[in-house]
């Protein structure tokens, strides 16, 4: 089955320290990827997404994703936290292989809350 | 302002009363969805659609249903709500892709918490 991972239900970071989130996939060919952050009582945002190519992805807000085909992972990660960056974060698939929900849709994984402290 | 409405944002019903989830976007995309949220299991798909008058179900399709009659809408129908239906709803939409790319991401509405008692 086509599922996204996200290990950690919380992340506890440090305002100003490095911050990584974790996501692993399994799908059936090449995935493309995405990171979306949902702040409180509102709707989903796209962080950055990667299609193909570099496999460093920079997105918003300073936020950038390492895909890594060999351990199927693509961390979130942000060198400097800060306090508003407080959050839930999803990890998102799009298959390049569809069995249902067509081509546009999305597999998540169950998300992970984000805490920075100051 | 590009943007995904859904109405209402909060909603507070009983077991058997029909109700309807309007979504909205401006944007002129192709493709609809529906997803609920809830604790521990992120967004599951509900129903979809590539295009007006094309809707398909997703993974969680059961009690729900949808129509597409135009481009900008796409709304959700709960025809005889259950307790086990509580649960935050995002409608989202993009441009569409088939098997080619480019890739687009998805937009997404603010979400409906709905409670069914």
């Known amino acids: 089955a086509q599922s996204v991972a996200q290990p950690e239900d919380q992340v506890n970071v440090a305002e100003g320290n490095p911050l990584t989130v974790k996501c692993t996939y399994s799908v059936s060919g090449n995935p493309y990827l995405f990171w979306y952050v949902q702040y409180p009582n509102r709707g989903l945002q796209f962080l950055l997404k990667?299609?193909?190519?570099?496999?460093l992805v920079k997105g918003s807000y300073g936020f950038e994703a390492e895909f890594n085909k060999s351990q199927t992972s693509f961390h979130l990660k942000k060198p400097s936290a800060l306090v508003s960056d407080s959050a839930l974060y999803f990890c998102?698939?799009?298959?390049?292989?569809?069995?249902?929900?067509?081509?546009?849709?999305?597999?998540f994984g169950a998300g992970t809350r984000l805490a920075v402290h100051p | 302002e590009a943007q995904v409405t859904q109405n209402p944002r909060y909603l507070i019903t009983v077991t058997g009363k029909k109700l309807t989830v309007t979504c909205s976007q401006n944007m002129n995309h192709e493709y609809m969805s529906w997803y609920r949220q809830d604790p521990g299991l992120g967004l599951r798909q509900i129903y979809y659609s590539m295009n007006v008058e094309v809707t398909d179900k997703g993974d969680v399709p059961e009690g729900y249903k949808v129509s597409r009659k135009e481009k900008r809408n796409f709304p959700l129908i709960l025809e005889s709500p259950s307790p086990n239906q509580t649960s935050l709803y995002f409608c989202?939409?993009?441009?569409?892709?088939?098997?080619?790319?480019?890739?687009?991401?998805?937009?997404f509405g603010p979400g409906t918490r709905l409670t069914v008692t």
């Open positions: 998102a698939v799009r298959p390049a292989i569809m069995f249902s929900g067509g081509y546009n849709k999305l597999i």
């Open positions: 990667y299609i193909t190519g570099d496999n």
């Open positions: 989202a939409s993009s441009l569409s892709s088939a098997v080619s790319e480019p890739i687009y991401e998805q937009y």
